[in-house]
């Protein structure tokens, strides 16, 4: 199942606003100002994902990890590799942070609910979806790991919207990678509600 | 028939807010990116721009900036999802006329142009 | 019935044991549930708060700032608010041996809608104290930079090596001897 370019571009606009507001948050959060840029968009099955991402995403990987379930269901995760993490928290906290410790794993986790939830919720508004959240947890694994435990629990063929962001916070750039991982029938639903997008609801 | 030059790397906003336009009955002419819009400002002439920010590589700011260095008088609307005061407070103290929230209804845009051509025109 | 009788049976658990504080609102936000922890913590009984609008409560428990992330969970979001960024929801002083270090318990705590056939029926707040965590934390950093400082006052190239013969730290006088960068240095051989 491919995405057109239409349907990528739509996704692409839905997440640059979802993220113009979670950049206002995290601002008003840290008092900095915040740049939160959409570049690509791309759809994988999950079993292409782990080429996908080598050579750029390498070894333990922070990934930020929320269920989302109703109309459309799946998994959203926020995954950033451990140095761009540590380099994350530091900028946001104003803090020398050398490892992911418990307070490191507070904010990553705070600050992939604010990103996830900005997803989610306007997916949700925009393309009139009704979606519940789960409770977000921080997985510090190697990324091949963290692919595995979204494979759990059945058998049906998943996808993998995988959009490619970069966070500039006082001139530094981190990398990471938003992820949206949904079965046939959610993806189907999801590409439904994308083409009536630019009817309806305005960008 | 005024013409309105739209900048957005987003076909998709593109596409709608030139559908949102036409129907309105201005003459409109699209720029994927800064570069582009800059040759078409300089070729075409637009009454007003209407640009995104957050654009690759030459970033909405710099168009706004570049286009108001050749012409002074440029009118030029920011659309963008970047909802930060810091960047409107920015955006407003290069010259822009107005700075408007995506996602926005068709009424708020249309609002917008109005007033701002209005405003050119006196 | 039986499975009634484990909700029932979970729920006691959770009002009189459970480590966290729990409380419950309906969609106006005004308390409809509050456990033991939040009892004992705020001297504040149930009867005392249930019915009351959360930012009504005396001693102003809960600043107004927070209403914003009840709306959101009003709709369905789940929201988690770090210490770091927020240290506390709750206004209540901290455990007495840290009241040196805090004037307020530092606390992360998660908003959640309340869910019931499908509709949303209110929210659902839990908080964790993290003072004693972060007080540790504090003190193995002055620690640290302790032991940093007496390393860089040194004035004498020290290095510490693990198994494998890499570098794993270098003081600061090491550096200017070298006349290298610590990052030059550092996990080689």
Same mark, same amino acid.
């Given at each position: 199942?491919?995405?057109?370019?239409?349907?990528?571009?739509?996704?692409?606009?839905?997440?640059?606003?979802?993220?113009?507001?979670?950049?206002?948050?995290?601002?008003?959060?840290?008092?900095?100002?915040?740049?939160?840029?959409?570049?690509?968009?791309?759809?994988?099955?999950?079993?292409?994902?782990?080429?996908?991402?080598?050579?750029?995403?390498?070894?333990?990987?922070?990934?930020?990890?929320?269920?989302?379930?109703?109309?459309?269901?799946?998994?959203?995760?926020?995954?950033?590799?451990?140095?761009?993490?540590?380099?994350?928290?530091?900028?946001?906290?104003?803090?020398?942070?050398?490892?992911?410790?418990?307070?490191?794993?507070?904010?990553?986790?705070?600050?992939?609910?604010?990103?996830?939830?900005?997803?989610?919720?306007?997916?949700?508004?925009?393309?009139?979806?009704?979606?519940?959240?789960?409770?977000?947890?921080?997985?510090?694994?190697?990324?091949?790991?963290?692919?595995?435990?979204?494979?759990?629990?059945?058998?049906?063929?998943?996808?993998?919207?995988?959009?490619?962001?970069?966070?500039?916070?006082?001139?530094?750039?981190?990398?990471?990678?938003?992820?949206?991982?949904?079965?046939?029938?959610?993806?189907?639903?999801?590409?439904?509600?994308?083409?009536?997008?630019?009817?309806?609801?305005?960008? | 028939?005024?013409?309105?030059?739209?900048?957005?790397?987003?076909?998709?906003?593109?596409?709608?807010?030139?559908?949102?336009?036409?129907? %309105?009955?201005?003459? &409109?002419?699209? +720029?994927?990116?800064?570069?582009?819009?800059? #040759?078409?400002?300089?070729? *075409?002439?637009?009454?007003?721009?209407?640009?995104?920010?957050?654009?690759?590589?030459?970033?909405?700011?710099?168009?706004?900036?570049?286009?108001?260095?050749?012409?002074?008088? %440029?009118?030029?609307? &920011?659309?963008? +999802?970047?909802?930060?005061?810091?960047?409107? #407070?920015?955006?407003?103290? *290069?010259?822009?006329?107005?700075?408007?929230?995506?996602?926005?209804?068709?009424?708020?845009?249309?609002?917008?142009?109005?007033?701002?051509?209005?405003?050119?025109?006196? | 019935?039986?499975?009634?009788?484990?909700?029932?049976?979970?729920?006691?658990?959770?009002?009189?044991?459970?480590?966290?504080?729990?409380?419950?609102?309906?969609?106006?936000?005004?308390?409809?549930?509050?456990?033991?922890?939040?009892?004992?913590?705020?001297?504040?009984?149930?009867?005392?708060?249930?019915?009351?609008?959360?930012?009504?409560?005396?001693?102003?428990?809960?600043?107004?700032?927070?209403?914003?992330?009840?709306?959101?969970?009003?709709?369905?979001?789940?929201?988690?608010?770090?210490?770091?960024?927020?240290?506390?929801?709750?206004?209540?002083?901290?455990?007495?041996?840290?009241?040196?270090?805090?004037?307020?318990?530092?606390?992360?705590?998660?908003?959640?809608?309340?869910?019931?056939?499908?509709?949303?029926?209110?929210?659902?707040?839990?908080?964790?104290?993290?003072?004693?965590?972060?007080?540790?934390?504090?003190?193995?950093?002055?620690?640290?930079?302790?032991?940093?400082?007496?390393?860089?006052?040194?004035?004498?190239?020290?290095?510490?090596?693990?198994?494998?013969?890499?570098?794993?730290?270098?003081?600061?006088?090491?550096?200017?001897?070298?006349?290298?960068?610590?990052?030059?240095?550092?996990?080689?051989?």
């Amino acid at each position: 199942m491919i995405l057109t370019d239409f349907q990528k571009y739509a996704i692409a606009e839905v997440v640059n606003i979802a993220f113009g507001r979670a950049a206002a948050s995290l601002s008003e959060l840290t008092g900095s100002r915040i740049l939160l840029k959409v570049p690509k968009v791309e759809v994988y099955t999950i079993d292409q994902l782990p080429s996908a991402l080598s050579g750029i995403l390498n070894g333990e990987v922070c990934a930020a990890h929320q269920i989302f379930t109703g109309q459309v269901s799946g998994d959203a995760l926020l995954i950033l590799d451990v140095k761009g993490a540590t380099a994350l928290t530091s900028l946001l906290t104003g803090e020398e942070v050398e490892s992911i410790g418990t307070s490191a794993k507070e904010v990553l986790i705070e600050v992939g609910n604010i990103l996830l939830n900005a997803c989610l919720g306007t997916f949700e508004n925009m393309l009139q979806v009704q979606i519940t959240f789960s409770v977000p947890h921080l997985h510090l694994h190697q990324l091949n790991h963290t692919i595995n435990t979204l494979r759990i629990g059945n058998e049906e063929i998943k996808y993998v919207i995988l959009i490619a962001t970069s966070f500039t916070i006082k001139d530094s750039n981190i990398g990471g990678y938003l992820m949206i991982v949904l079965g046939v029938v959610s993806l189907d639903k999801f590409i439904q509600c994308l083409n009536s997008l630019g009817k309806d609801r305005l960008l | 028939m005024e013409k309105i030059l739209i900048v957005d790397d987003s076909a998709l906003s593109r596409k709608v807010l030139t559908g949102i336009l036409s129907e %309105a009955g201005f003459s &409109v002419i699209e +720029a994927p990116d800064g570069m582009s819009a800059i #040759e078409k400002y300089f070729i *075409e002439k637009p009454d007003l721009v209407i640009t995104d920010l957050l654009m690759e590589p030459m970033p909405g700011l710099e168009v706004l900036k570049k286009i108001r260095e050749m012409d002074k008088d %440029a009118c030029i609307i &920011v659309a963008t +999802a970047d909802i930060q005061d810091a960047t409107k #407070e920015e955006v407003m103290k *290069e010259g822009a006329m107005a700075f408007i929230n995506k996602p926005f209804k068709k009424e708020t845009i249309l609002d917008a142009v109005s007033k701002v051509l209005e405003g050119k025109k006196s | 019935m039986e499975n009634f009788v484990y909700k029932v049976a979970i729920l006691e658990w959770v009002n009189n044991t459970f480590k966290f504080g729990v409380f419950t609102t309906d969609k106006n936000l005004n308390i409809t549930s509050w456990n033991k922890w939040m009892v004992v913590h705020t001297n504040l009984s149930l009867s005392d708060v249930l019915g009351k609008n959360i930012f009504d409560l005396s001693g102003n428990l809960i600043d107004q700032k927070f209403l914003r992330f009840y709306e959101q969970a009003l709709n369905g979001q789940v929201i988690v608010l770090s210490h770091v960024f927020h240290k506390y929801l709750i206004s209540i002083p901290p455990e007495p041996q840290f009241a040196k270090y805090f004037d307020k318990m530092q606390q992360t705590a998660q908003i959640a809608p309340l869910v019931h056939e499908g509709k949303i029926i209110g929210t659902i707040t839990i908080i964790e104290d993290v003072t004693e965590r972060i007080v540790k934390e504090i003190l193995l950093k002055n620690e640290k930079d302790l032991a940093q400082h007496y390393l860089d006052i040194a004035g004498v190239i020290i290095l510490i090596l693990d198994e494998n013969g890499n570098i794993k730290l270098i003081n600061k006088r090491g550096c200017e001897i070298l006349g290298c960068d610590k990052q030059q240095v550092i996990r080689k051989n």
